[in-house]
């Protein structure tokens, strides 16, 4: 495990309202990483970071920012939420050559 | 557009038998692939990975096999035992490493005692 934790765990919002998604790693990656899994979809890349304040779009960016002010927090932020963003979210960071994940966060958007 | 394949979603399987999960990938770029174990309400958990360069790769019970001229992968899990019932991901990267890897759906395992 690389130590990554992510908050909250649960949460219940609603549609129009910003969420924001905190990952806390010390392992002291570089790469860090959210990803939302979905059925039928297995898990897809939202935004990844390859340095602090160095992020970059994956393949499901829209309606996402992310935020890295240090190498070992990483937020996801959901400016408006909406109900399609209802998912389960994965935080994780990389070593080289593989790539941790956190526990996950389960978002509703009612 | 899904670069990662994984065209069974569930497969079901007798204690101590061989377990075979199949992925398909269409982008010839990917060079590294891997395989992800995960349970319900956990995050995916790292098995095994395979660099292109190779066409085997084994660990304990666990083996992946790729063959790069049909864009295909497989895990072999010889015994298959109770705890290995789970959901697997295959994973594929360009670039030599394990960054912003591609998922397929996933292929729900289930070991019948």
């Known amino acids: 495990d690389a130590g990554i934790t992510q908050s909250p765990r649960h949460k219940v919002t609603e549609t129009g309202t910003p969420v924001t998604l905190r990952c806390h790693q010390t392992?002291?990656?570089?790469?860090m990483y959210w990803y939302r899994q979905d059925p039928g979809h297995g898990l897809r890349l939202i935004h990844y970071?390859?340095?602090?304040?160095?992020?970059d779009k994956g393949e499901v960016s829209d309606g996402y920012s992310v935020s890295r002010s240090k190498t070992e927090d990483f937020l996801l932020t959901l400016e408006s939420a909406t109900s399609s963003q209802t998912s389960v979210y994965f935080c994780a960071s990389s070593s080289g050559n593989t790539i941790y994940f956190g526990e996950g966060s389960w978002l509703t958007v009612v | 557009d899904q670069q990662v394949k994984q065209n069974s979603p569930s497969l079901s399987v007798q204690e101590g038998r061989i377990s075979i999960l199949n992925c398909d990938y269409t982008n010839s770029m990917f060079d590294y692939f891997l395989w992800y174990k995960k349970y319900p309400a956990e995050g995916p958990t790292f098995l095994i990975s395979i660099s292109s360069i190779k066409d085997k790769n084994e660990d304990g019970r666990f083996t992946v096999f790729l063959n790069k001229s049909a864009k295909h992968l497989s895990l072999h899990i010889v015994p298959s035992q109770p705890g290995d019932s789970a959901v697997y991901f295959c994973a594929a990267s360009a670039g030599g490493g394990a960054q912003k890897l591609v998922f397929g759906q996933g292929t729900r395992l289930t070991i019948n005692p």
């Open positions: 970071s390859y340095g602090v304040k160095d992020t």
């Open positions: 392992e002291n990656h570089r790469y």
